[in-house]
């Protein structure tokens, strides 16, 4: 990431964002996302692709790093991959942040 952070502010529920990933290389990756988690941040449905979604609330433990991994999964080269991360809920924020996704073959 550069020492950035990609920041999706004040979403609405059932805003979505997209990333899309591309790879060199044809083949099976496991797919890992590190997020941060602080007070304001809200409660998010993350999927990859057509890989099962997983949930996850962000605003539990402040200013940590957080973890989500799917495995195996299918990417083609020069192929967009979507990454949909959906907005599901709000404690005491909406906002997101992603560190980095790193794939490893």
Do not use: H
Request: glycine residues 10%; hydrophobic residues 35%; contains cysteine.
């Amino acid at each position: 990431s550069g020492g950035s952070q990609l920041l999706w502010r004040n979403g609405k529920v059932g805003d979505k964002l997209t990333v899309n990933l591309r790879t060199s290389t044809t083949g099976k990756y496991d797919i890992i996302l590190k997020m941060t988690s602080e007070s304001d941040f809200g409660f998010f449905k993350i999927q990859p692709g057509q890989e099962r979604p997983k949930e996850i609330n962000l605003g539990v433990t402040p200013s940590a790093p957080v973890y989500l991994e799917w495995k195996n999964v299918e990417m083609t080269v020069d192929t967009p991959f979507p990454i949909v991360v959906e907005l599901i809920g709000v404690e005491k924020g909406p906002n997101f942040g992603l560190d980095c996704i790193t794939l490893v073959r």
